[in-house]
């Protein structure tokens, strides 16, 4: 077991260096990643604000599975971090970093298991499916931009993986008492605070 955990980390740590950023990196080519990793994870609560605004109740429902599942995964995410504790590579003095960050636990990556539970949840519904794909590409490209940036190892892309797809199967498990129990109370919140606008006809009731 001792080889194993030594080899897997040796591994990690081969394909960090290899896709994380060379040195004296400058200019658009640090400008455009850092904004990728600051602002393409909003790319999911935006998503799934305008689909609410405009798709049906049976949509709304795989809307609120895949909120439940982000709020559950954050939470696994937090004990995950706790448990298996990997300093993030700047503390270790590993490869290089160009966005500064908190020097918490880099297992796993948060971002990626947000954008990661998205995509999967636009995906279960044959309505948001494109949407979905958007998400899988999306999730690909922060994954990337996280190690080239030296915030994230590989491994921490294998845990949020692993970690949003547990969650979302899991609530999705759920699904009938959702759409019986919070669907309704949220639409009904969604119609009284919109009502203006859904009379106009800018929104769906």
């Known amino acids: 077991m001792i080889l194993q955990k030594t080899y897997m980390d040796q591994f990690n740590i081969q394909l960090f260096m290899a896709l994380n950023a060379p040195a004296g990196l400058h200019g ?7 904004l990728i990793e600051k602002y393409l994870i909003f790319a999911v609560p935006v998503l799934m604000i305008f689909e609410w605004l405009w798709s049906e109740t049976s949509q709304r429902n795989q809307l609120v599975v895949t909120l439940i599942a982000i709020l559950f995964s954050l939470k696994l995410a937090q004990f995950a ?5 990997f300093p993030r590579p700047d503390v270790l003095g590993i490869g290089h970093t160009y966005l500064a960050h908190s020097a918490n636990s880099s297992f796993p990556s948060v971002h990626l298991t947000i954008v990661w539970i998205g995509a999967l949840g636009f995906l279960m519904h044959k309505n948001t499916r494109n949407k979905g794909l ?7 490209i922060i994954a990337w931009d996280s190690i080239y940036l030296g915030i994230h190892y590989p491994i921490d892309i294998m845990g949020a993986i692993v970690i949003a797809t547990g969650s979302i199967i899991l609530v999705k498990i759920f699904e009938s008492l959702l759409a019986y129990l919070v669907t309704p109370w949220l639409e009904k919140g969604y119609r009284f605070i919109f009502r203006s606008a859904i009379n106009k006809g800018w929104f769906k009731p």
């Open 28 to 34: 658009l080519a640090l400008i455009i990643p850092v």
């Open 81 to 85: 971090g706790h448990h298996w504790f």
């Open 134 to 140: 958007v998400l899988i590409l999306l999730g690909f």
